[in-house]
């Protein structure tokens, strides 16, 4: 029985954080046996924001070493940077014209952008969604591991895929979310405001690349309060924050502790953040030593590289023919 095809990808700005991990890249890992997994570096994704040329070959180095030291295994899947597959921004070049320019500025990231950047308010932004919906549809997948934030540019790729099969033929699947059914997981900022960013306060977001004393500076920072005056208290977001970050790196019976420690309003948050801190460091430094030691050997990465062109090329090439087909564009 044929495999079913799974894409994401990851832009090259910025360095990897927690929240890339838990909301995506652990779910790569354990796609690769049972799916036909593209995973791909959004290098034209972050020209968007004009990043220095000089710095896009390390960032797209140290993307790809962070995904194999979270576990990715090049043997299993494609990886590979966008701009090597010349056949999505062809079929980007197709969705545009089905793209509407109302639609595209109602979506909440482009309307944030915005506000952030009045300045750079370019087309590639504008687009977006619909270079992210050829990402996808240019491997015909049906699932994509992706958080919680990118929701909404499936929901615009699926539409794509809709109307390009009304419009001209059947070719495109349907893609969705795709998680194990545990929900897809949205690690919140240290400060308390909105969800971990590479582009955001540094100091509120852990890095896959920050050494052990960083990790625990940022961690024993972290913003808490007085401590509940009730038993059983509703705990405020930034407070459930600590404890989904413990759910995801300390042991069940550590996480217990502190859960019933709040309960009965006991609760010492200067030593929940040194257990924290331990257990987050525990679980970081592994990731960290591995990429960094992959990082160290550039042919090593540039043949992962061509090989997962060449494998994602073969994909792409075959849904650009019969998209060529049906819209007409086929001339001899």
């Known amino acids: 029985m044929e495999k079913e095809i799974v894409v994401s990808g990851i832009r090259s700005t910025g360095f990897l954080h927690l929240g890339n991990y838990f909301g995506a890249v652990r779910n790569y890992v354990r796609m690769q046996d049972g799916y036909r997994c593209y995973f791909f570096v959004a290098d034209y994704h972050s020209l968007t924001t004009h990043p220095d040329p000089k710095d896009l070959r390390q960032n797209v180095y140290r993307v790809v070493a962070e995904?194999?030291?979270?576990?990715?295994d090049p043997e299993k899947v494609a990886l590979y940077v966008q701009s090597d597959i010349p056949e999505i921004p062809e079929l980007y070049l197709l969705l545009n014209m089905l793209a509407y320019k109302g639609e595209l500025e109602k979506v909440p990231t482009f309307k944030d952008k915005v506000r952030q950047h009045p300045d750079n308010v370019n087309a590639g932004l504008l687009t977006y969604p619909v270079l992210m919906a050829a990402d996808i549809?240019?491997?015909?997948a049906v699932k994509v591991p992706v958080g919680k934030d990118q929701e909404q540019h499936l929901e615009i790729a699926r539409n794509f895929a809709q109307r390009f099969n009304h419009r001209y033929g059947e070719l495109f699947p349907e893609p969705y979310p795709f998680d194990y059914g545990g929900g897809l997981t949205r690690v919140m900022s240290l400060d308390g405001n909105g969800k971990m960013?590479?582009?955001a306060n540094e100091n509120a977001t852990l890095y896959l690349a920050d050494d052990d004393d960083t990790i625990r500076k940022k961690i024993m920072k972290a913003k808490t309060d007085a401590?509940?005056?009730?038993?059983?208290?509703?705990?405020?977001?930034?407070?459930?924050?600590?404890f989904q970050l413990m759910e995801l790196v300390s042991a069940e019976a550590v996480v217990t502790q502190f859960r019933e420690q709040y309960r009965q309003c006991n609760i010492r948050y200067g030593d929940m953040k040194k257990q924290l801190a331990e257990d987050m460091v525990s679980f970081m430094r592994p990731i960290r030593q591995k990429a960094a030691e992959l990082q160290q050997n550039d042919a090593h990465i540039q043949r992962i590289l061509r090989e997962g062109a060449r494998q994602a090329r073969e994909s792409a090439a075959a849904t650009l023919r019969e998209a060529r087909k049906l819209i007409g564009v086929h001339y001899y």
Not at 137 to 140: A, N, P
């Open 67 to 72: 995904n194999i030291a979270c576990g990715l």
């Open 137 to 140: 549809l240019v491997h015909r």
């Open 227 to 242: 401590g509940p005056s009730a038993p059983d208290s509703e705990m405020p977001d930034f407070i459930q924050n600590l």
């Open 197 to 199: 960013s590479k582009s």
